[in-house]
């Protein structure tokens, strides 16, 4: 082990580098004593009543035996550790002794003493990697040197001596250094001197030092992890052996959960991002009350936190989600910051009054797409329909509010909105990229599309079966539709996808499957559990989380599940997700595929014609791709990204590294080329950069950013209208002609 007065003299040499507004040196963030918190009476409570709940309710039924306990065991390290570039084999060696006793069956309750010992190992081992990462940053790396950086995580093994977790260490500094100095070359071949001018002064040191206290920031953070903090990740360990998809969840991560459901929130209305010791504005969202108030800009450093009539809270250095706790609140209260606007050290204060925010960025989103009539008689007017989350405000609808935040409601007011302006041809429902959300929202928009009957089924722990119907007898809209997934579309999309599938109401275009998560989970507040409340004197008021657990599978109409295998298109198309590490099967612990009874339900009176349809459909798309000289080229793409996918080992030999970042660099610019170019005025500043310049550079390729699979779609839509516009025609001819006979 390094000894810490060699590194405080090294670090004294350049403390001038070290200073930042917090006053805090990364020597004196390494050299602080790491003081273990101890499981309270609420961790105990929590533990007990988590672990029962997981064995008596979870869909998996598990017998708790020493085995149980054993890859319990196992999971703890890897939750912690998941690159294994901190534990030894010895750690788990040394608390092997309570692998098989995680449970006290006589005293019914979870053994947390292991918990604690091994996280204060985590930390004790997170500051030697601190203290010799920053050791390798001020050694001159040779980059002349043939080494390699493994990839695969999931492949890494524990490694046996401190000297091989420090050759591994050493390797990931390197390739650290190494990007920087591929950075400053592309910049001087550029000459690029003012490239950084942009960035705020407290940005503006050198690489080495923002790395270092990089290093000091990670290890001081899990430094501060809470004893709560601790038996979040040690019950999850526990949750993820029954599924990957269940969790025990602290009180702040729950926040987090519910904002990603209701898409709204009560703050001030700006996005923030961690850069540094700071928590830094990235965004201010228009219309909310940061914006009304006129004072916060993009790039203000927020230092420190008040709320009305308290003392503020120092937050420079504070991990990103306490800063959010801090700046959330309840509708109407006010909240007083204190800001250091960006390039400049004064501080001064912002008094901001919180409000309701929507989130618009995951809202549905529509657009009319006119597709030629091969018959002269005016364009076939397409309604494409994007939707990247199945969302709904839980506590808006609980309350009875008209206008609550809905995607089916968003999704109806578009069609009909499209319906009012015109006659419309035909749907697009877009899922790509969805990953999935209500359950409840997906039934409900599945019905949109449907004349009643059911949309899925749901088999539930205890052996029950529900089916799920769609709420009207009528569809909203009864055209031809034809919906696009890909893999990375998952459970609600899943859902919809597969019950207008089997249904015949639609055909279903996309990657080869879907992501294949048919499990369903629910979100248990602790504070509702019967035991829990008997507790409640001894846990005085605090806060004790969630559990999300899963209770049931999805399974489709047709009696098939969608775990694992996911929905299958009617239409395929090659995609760059077939050579990526996605998809359910490929997550530790997943459930298994299986059926059950087929639902009874009533095949679309578009079934027939879309089966008929589909072979001609099939030997249509297969010739469009082949004369598409863009669908040549994104073949040839996918090829050149499989076979870079293919390479497992990171080259740190600079000569190597640059012909491999060349490589890197043409598949992101072939993946980026064909993605959709959808519209968002609200995306934060760097987004906005960022854009720009990946926009600049397909320009400089002169190819133009496309949605190729949104294309061949429409083309297959446009097929699809065409052939039943010149089959309407024939049968029309024939009547006429018919009745001329007569």
């Known amino acids: 082990m390094i000894k810490k007065t060699l590194l405080l003299l090294l670090l004294c040499l350049h403390g001038s580098f070290f200073i930042f507004a917090a006053e805090e040196t990364v020597a004196e963030m390494l050299a602080a004593e790491f003081s273990l918190p101890q499981a309270s009476t609420r961790e105990k409570i929590v533990s007990k009543r988590v672990f029962e709940l997981l064995f008596s309710s979870h869909y998996q039924k598990y017998k708790i035996t020493p085995d149980i306990s054993a890859q319990w065991y196992e999971n703890y390290f890897k939750l912690l550790d998941y690159n294994k570039v901190f534990f030894l084999a010895s750690d788990l060696e040394e608390f092997r002794s309570y692998e098989r006793i995680l449970w006290n069956s006589r005293e019914r309750s979870v053994n947390l003493e292991l918990a604690f010992l091994v996280y204060e190992r985590f930390v004790q081992r997170m500051q030697q990697w601190a203290l010799y990462s920053i050791e390798c940053l001020y050694k001159e790396p040779d980059f002349s040197v043939k080494e390699y950086l493994p990839t695969e995580s999931d492949q890494a093994q524990w490694q046996d001596s401190i000297e091989d977790l420090q050759e591994l260490w050493r390797l990931r500094v390197k390739n650290l250094l190494l990007l ?51 038996l979040e990740v040690f019950m999850s360990a526990l949750a993820q052996l029954f599924d990957p998809h269940s969790a025990y969840m602290a009180p702040a991560t729950k926040d987090n959960f519910d904002i990603d459901m209701s898409l709204s929130l009560q703050g001030i209305g700006a996005t923030l991002t961690s850069i540094g010791p700071y928590t830094v504005v990235d965004s201010v969202v228009s219309g909310g009350p940061a914006d009304k108030n006129g004072q916060l800009k993009e ?17 420079v250095d504070m991990p990103l989600n306490r800063v959010v706790s801090q700046i959330r609140g309840p509708k109407n209260t006010m909240v007083h910051l204190t800001v250091m606007p960006e390039g400049s050290n004064s501080k ?22 006119l597709l030629k009539n091969p018959e002269g008689e005016g364009d076939f007017r397409v309604l494409v329909l994007y939707l990247p989350t199945f969302y709904s405000d ?50 409900k928009l599945a019905g949109l599309f449907l004349d009643g009957g059911p949309v899925v089924q749901v088999k539930y722990y205890r052996g ?31 859902i919809v996808a597969a019950a207008l599938q089997d249904s015949g109401r639609a055909l279903v275009l996309g990657d080869k499957s879907t992501h294949g998560k048919g499990t369903v989970q629910t979100v248990f507040e602790l504070e509702r559990d019967a035991q829990i409340r008997l507790a409640s004197a001894l846990l ?55 059926e059950i009874a087929a639902a009874k339900y009533k095949l679309s009176a578009y079934s027939e014609q879309n089966r008929a349809a589909l072979p001609a459909l099939q030997e249509f798309i297969q010739q469009y791709m082949h004369d598409s000289a863009a669908f040549t080229e994104f073949l040839a793409d996918v090829k050149f990204y499989a076979e870079l996918r293919r390479q497992k080992l990171l080259p740190l030999e600079l000569e190597e590294r640059q012909a491999y970042q060349k490589k890197e660099k043409e598949a992101a610019a072939m993946y980026r ?3 959709a170019q959808r519209k968002n005025s609200s995306r934060s500043r760097r987004a906005r950069r960022n854009q720009e310049k990946l926009d600049a550079e397909l320009e400089s ?3 133009p950013p496309q949605d190729l699979i949104l294309d061949a779609s429409l083309a297959v839509m446009q097929k699809m209208l065409s052939d039943k516009a010149e089959l309407a025609e024939g049968e029309a001819a024939l009547q006429a002609r018919r009745e001329a006979a007569e």
């Open 673 to 675: 080329k064909f993605q």
């Open 394 to 443: 839980f506590s808006a609808r609980s309350r009875k509010e008209e206008d609550y935040t809905s995607s089916s409601r968003d999704i109806l007011r578009h069609i009909n909105k499209a319906k009012a302006e015109g006659e419309l041809d035909a749907v697009v429902l877009d899922l790509r990229g969805n990953g999935g959300g209500s359950l409840d929202e997906a039934v």
């Open 348 to 369: 001064q204060i912002v008094s901001i009054l919180r409000d309701e925010i929507k989130l618009k960025d995951q809202e549905a989103q529509a657009e009319i797409r």
């Open 701 to 703: 390729e002169s190819v």
């Open 464 to 494: 029950q079966i529900e089916k799920l119907s769609a709420p009207n007898r009528s569809a909203a809209y009864k055209g031809p539709l034809c919906v696009l997934v890909d893999k990375f579309s998952a459970s609600a999309s899943e």
């Open 540 to 594: 005085q008021k605090q806060a004790i989380g969630s559990l999300k657990f899963t209770i049931g599978k999805f399974y489709r109409i047709n009696g098939s599940s969608t775990q694992v295998k996911g929905v299958i298109p009617d239409l395929v198309f090659p995609a760059f997700s077939d050579h990526m590490e996605v998809g359910e099967a490929r997550l530790p612990h997943v459930m298994p595929w299986d």
């Open 180 to 230: 920087d100095k591929l950075q400053s070359l592309e910049r001087e071949n550029n000459d690029d001197k003012g490239a950084d001018d942009d960035k705020p002064a407290w940005m503006q040191d050198g690489f080495v030092e923002r790395q270092a206290k990089s290093f000091a920031r990670s290890y001081k953070r899990r430094q501060e992890y809470e004893s709560i903090q601790i």
């Open 299 to 315: 790039g203000d450093r927020i230092v420190a936190v008040a709320q009305d009539g308290e003392e503020p809270v120092d937050v």
